[in-house]
């Protein structure tokens, strides 16, 4: 067996749990409202974390720049 056909298998192997885990997840109704939650709260907590992040590093990005004059 070659490195390749075995990281094929792995891949094939890894993705199929990870769909059998998502449609259990999905069929249970206790484990749909966890990850439910928990993806609501990564999104009120990440956007606003992200937006923070980017306006800090355009503000940085143009502070250093000298301007031209206008014409």
């Known amino acids: 067996m070659t490195e390749r056909q075995a990281e094929t298998i792995a891949n094939l192997v890894i993705g199929t749990a990870a769909l059998c885990a998502a449609v259990y997840v999905l069929r249970t109704p206790a484990l749909r409202r966890v990850v439910w939650g928990a993806a609501r709260n990564a999104l009120i907590a990440g956007v606003p974390a992200w937006l ?20």
């Open 52 to 71: 923070l992040a980017e306006t800090r590093s355009g503000w940085a990005g143009s502070a250093g720049k000298p301007r031209q004059p206008a014409i």
